[in-house]
């Protein structure tokens, strides 16, 4: 089965909402990577993570390894933060990444 | 900051084709990665190198072979082409083999 688990797989809000994108893992996680691949499939990097959370802007992730998870939150939704975001896990045994499926989120004006 | 190039951008191929995709970063990076990203879905690991002369196989690695030339490139080539094999190539470094991972722009393969 797959080891990260994105939800929701596709999302569509209006510009200026909140939304929280989740990731979930079936391996032990040492690190979390959140990437946003735009419609032209360039991956540009959001957040790279330990336990823990980071803020950037409108944007706030958090790694729980304990209960094998990650959140990303979006505030005040722009146009331009339509994609696919996609985690991805290094796991604890052999440091090779592993992707989620990702979720394509709609910002409608 | 850095950048890595991935050539050629486009990569049409004939069934049964070797094909060579590179990538070339300037990162000074230690370990490169090759993922397939097929329509619609994540990226499978295909070959990573941890340092110059490492090759590690991914999940996917059937099929392709790899070659890290030197610690600013590593290559990717298709074996025989498949049309089943149609794919964004995605080339990616990072300073080690856990550490923040950043991306090319990838290779479109389209076999005919």
């Known amino acids: 089965g797959d080891k990260v688990k994105q939800s929701p797989s596709a999302l569509s809000l209006q510009e200026g909402t909140n939304s929280a994108l989740r990731c979930n893992f079936s391996?032990?996680?040492?690190?979390v990577q959140w990437f946003l691949q735009n419609p032209r499939g360039s991956l540009m990097n959001l957040f790279y993570l330990v336990p823990g959370t980071k803020e950037n802007g409108r944007l706030k992730s958090a790694f729980d390894s304990k209960e094998s998870y990650s959140t990303l939150h979006i505030r005040d939704a722009q146009l331009e933060d339509s994609g696919t975001y996609f985690c991805?896990?290094?796991?604890?045994?052999?440091?090779?990444?592993?992707f989620g499926t990702g979720t394509r989120l709609q910002v409608l004006p | 900051g850095g950048i890595i190039t991935q050539t050629p951008k486009f990569l049409i191929g004939q069934e049964g084709q070797k094909l060579t995709l590179k990538c070339q970063q300037n990162?000074?990076?230690?370990?490169m990665y090759w993922y397939r990203q097929d329509s619609g879905k994540g990226l499978r690991l295909i070959y990573y190198s941890i340092t110059e002369n490492d090759l590690q196989k991914g999940d996917l690695s059937e099929g392709y072979d790899a070659s890290r030339e030197k610690k600013s490139s590593f290559s990717l080539t298709v074996t025989s082409a498949q049309k089943n094999e149609m794919a964004v190539f995605l080339c990616?470094?990072?300073?080690?083999?856990?550490?923040?991972?950043?991306f090319g722009p990838g290779t479109r393969l389209t076999v005919l």
């Open positions: 391996i032990a996680a040492t690190t």
């Open positions: 991805a896990a290094a796991h604890s045994n052999t440091n090779k990444v592993v």
């Open positions: 990616a470094s990072s300073i080690s083999n856990y550490a923040e991972q950043f």
């Open positions: 990162f000074n990076h230690d370990t």
